[in-house]
């Protein structure tokens, strides 16, 4: 994608497993890379609302103080279906670079944050998957209620780490003993985009 076809739009993001970005002259040399980052999975909070309702209904059917109950039940179940899978996003997501904004130019690089490197100063640019080496652990066993649930949160954590990997492509820049992330939360093909767009405006081999 040269920076000419891409300055021609806006960056979208058809779908949540797709990220994008836009590369436009910032005048003075600079080149702005914009990004917009691949959302993943997220939380249905709206069981929170939805689960009162079918134990309620289910409770209903036998009698009145049982609607009450199946509500009860129904809440608590949500809600801790809501939770888990909140604790597991985050669990991967802290691992990843956010999506934004950097600047570019043949002189120097300056970071989301804004700080200015120079590119003499810069080691390499690296592009990689901030979730690969990353350990999954899920816990299981028991029996009854106890094991199932124990073994549902296990696929699930499992599947929110498959979920995640494909979006999770970063691009950093090393300089000065440090890594430094420019943009995340992309997959494969935008990651390569913009690392090899940003290695030719530096002149990097």
Same mark, same amino acid.
């Given at each position: 994608?040269?920076?000419?076809?891409? !300055?021609?739009? =806006?960056? !979208?993001?058809?779908?949540?497993?797709?990220?994008?970005?836009?590369?436009?002259?910032?005048?003075? /040399?600079?080149?702005?890379?914009?990004?917009?980052?691949?959302?993943?999975?997220?939380?249905?909070?709206?069981?929170?609302?939805?689960?009162?309702?079918?134990?309620?209904?289910?409770?209903? %059917?036998?009698?009145?103080?049982?609607?009450?109950?199946?509500? &009860?039940?129904?809440?608590?179940?949500?809600?801790?279906?809501? &939770?888990? #899978?909140?604790?597991?996003?985050?669990?991967? #997501?802290?691992?990843?670079?956010?999506?934004?904004?950097?600047?570019?130019?043949? %002189?120097?690089?300056?970071?989301?944050?804004?700080?200015? &490197?120079?590119?003499?100063?810069?080691?390499?640019?690296?592009? =990689?998957?901030?979730?690969?080496?990353?350990?999954?652990?899920?816990?299981?066993? /028991?029996?009854?209620?106890?094991?199932?649930?124990?073994?549902?949160?296990?696929?699930?954590?499992?599947?929110?780490?498959?979920?995640?990997?494909?979006?999770?492509? %970063?691009?950093?820049?090393?300089?000065?003993?440090?890594?430094?992330?420019?943009?995340?939360?992309?997959?494969?093909?935008?990651?390569?985009?913009?690392?090899?767009?940003?290695?030719? &405006?530096?002149?990097?081999?």
């Amino acid at each position: 994608m040269s920076a000419t076809a891409a !300055a021609g739009a =806006r960056p !979208a993001v058809p779908h949540p497993s797709q990220s994008s970005y836009r590369a436009t002259d910032a005048g003075g /040399g600079w080149m702005r890379f914009d990004v917009v980052g691949a959302v993943g999975p997220t939380v249905p909070a709206w069981l929170l609302a939805v689960g009162p309702v079918v134990g309620g209904c289910l409770g209903f %059917q036998i009698g009145t103080a049982q609607a009450v109950g199946g509500i &009860i039940a129904g809440l608590f179940l949500a809600a801790c279906y809501v &939770i888990g #899978r909140a604790s597991s996003l985050s669990t991967f #997501r802290r691992h990843r670079a956010p999506a934004g904004s950097f600047v570019v130019s043949p %002189q120097a690089i300056r970071l989301p944050s804004g700080r200015e &490197i120079p590119a003499k100063s810069v080691h390499r640019l690296v592009c =990689r998957n901030a979730l690969d080496g990353v350990f999954i652990l899920t816990t299981g066993g /028991g029996s009854g209620m106890a094991g199932g649930a124990a073994a549902l949160g296990a696929a699930r954590h499992t599947a929110d780490a498959n979920a995640l990997l494909p979006i999770s492509y %970063q691009v950093e820049v090393e300089a000065e003993g440090r890594s430094y992330p420019l943009a995340g939360c992309m997959t494969g093909a935008t990651a390569n985009a913009v690392f090899e767009e940003t290695r030719r &405006i530096l002149g990097l081999s």
